[in-house]
């Protein structure tokens, strides 16, 4: 872990996606730049399937504000890719809003982005189960 930094960063390059997981206590600060890092190892791997496992994301829950950034900034990001690179964000509730308001605002913003509380399901959706 870097200094200064408390969220934790791990990557795996699967067959048919990248797995990222993210551990530690929130922090939109970090959190938004870790999001650059995800698209990048993706497309650095070839991969065109992005799953995001941030139930290890503890803490504070994120300000609505700050889940309308997120997710402003996954549609910015995955437009900059070709091919465009699915996203599947795992977490757990509060970290992922009940009524799931960032992915609703990702995809009003042409995102091809879900959340979800289980694995299984982001894997099937993202189609590497």
Not at 15 to 38: D, K, N, T, W
Not at 87 to 108: K, T, Y
């Amino acid at each position: 872990m870097a200094h200064g930094v408390s969220v934790e960063y791990r990557s795996e390059v699967r067959a048919a996606y990248v797995r990222v997981e993210m551990s530690g206590p929130y922090s939109h600060a970090e959190i938004l730049p870790l999001c650059e890092r995800c698209f990048a190892d993706a497309a650095a791997a070839g991969r065109e399937a992005l799953l995001v496992d941030a139930r290890g994301i503890t803490g504070r829950e994120p300000t609505m504000t700050e889940r309308y950034d997120w997710a402003v900034r996954i549609a910015e990001l995955q437009a900059r890719y070709e091919p465009r690179i699915r996203v599947a964000l795992v977490g757990n509730e509060p970290l992922i809003h009940p009524e799931r308001f960032g992915e609703i605002v990702a995809r009003n913003r042409g995102a091809d982005a879900r959340a979800f509380t289980d694995e299984a399901e982001a894997l099937r959706w993202l189609g590497a189960a």
